[in-house]
């Protein structure tokens, strides 16, 4: 099983601040995935990733929100203007492509986002 | 509209076997998959169908009949650590967006 790191583990924020959650896979040539969960709830769909480029997004991936991979490994979540209803869990996944692979996504620990 | 259906809880004593459905309605399907989540965890893969029939991984097996839109996840010789929530989730657009249902949270009992 691959390995995917997010940093970091927890960031407090102020209302209307910028945050910035980080995601690292060990491989290349992966489908990069963002999900949030807000706590005892399920896991959200934000946008998917492939080869620079936004493959896909939800509706809650709003003008708010930025991705980029900016140095060919990080893979960035950038909030900007912060809510409290943004306060969450953040995911990272990461899949590799073809075939029977596209149903299995590997997902980092998380990062646990509260905005006061 | 997309949309997920999944019992919410599903209680089971320790050696048994459980069931857990999931039916789902969603434009541009592309497969179904499992997943499992512990209390303050994140998920792990558990298990795919991208086509019609029932997939097995050891102790778990997986579902799928794309002409009643229904899936479901078998889970043998339960053990207390498999106390957790289960989630499936719809793969569409190419497999490229993921929708999770609500989840199902599995108790285990001895």
């Known amino acids: 099983e691959p390995e995917v790191t997010q940093t970091p583990s927890h960031q407090v924020t102020q209302m209307g601040q910028e945050v910035i959650l980080r995601c690292v896979p060990i491989?290349?040539?992966?489908?990069f995935y963002w999900y949030r969960q807000i706590l005892g709830q399920k896991v959200e769909f934000l946008v998917s990733?492939?080869?620079?480029?936004?493959?896909?997004k939800s509706e809650i991936f709003d003008d708010q929100f930025s991705v980029e991979r900016p140095d060919g490994s990080n893979f960035t979540l950038k909030i900007r203007s912060t809510k409290l209803e943004d306060s969450a869990m953040y995911f990272c996944a990461i899949r590799f492509p073809g075939g029977r692979l596209k149903g299995t996504q590997y997902f980092g620990p998380g990062t646990r986002l509260l905005v006061l | 509209g997309q949309s997920l259906e999944q019992p919410s809880e599903v209680t089971a004593v320790e050696g048994a076997i459980v069931q857990i459905n999931c039916t789902y309605q969603t434009s541009g399907f592309y497969g179904l998959s499992w997943y499992q989540q512990h209390d303050g965890g994140a998920p792990t893969f558990l298990s795919y169908?991208?086509?019609?029939g029932l997939e097995e991984t050891g102790r778990f097996s997986s579902f799928l009949s794309r002409s009643d839109s229904y899936g479901y996840l078998l889970l043998q010789e339960l053990q207390m650590k498999d106390s957790a929530s289960y989630f499936c989730?719809?793969?569409?657009?190419?497999?490229?967006?993921?929708?999770f249902g609500a989840g199902t949270r599995l108790f285990v009992k001895a």
């Open positions: 491989s290349n040539h992966l489908y």
């Open positions: 989730a719809v793969l569409s657009t190419g497999g490229f967006k993921t929708i």
């Open positions: 990733f492939y080869n620079n480029e936004i493959s896909e």
């Open positions: 169908n991208g086509l019609d």
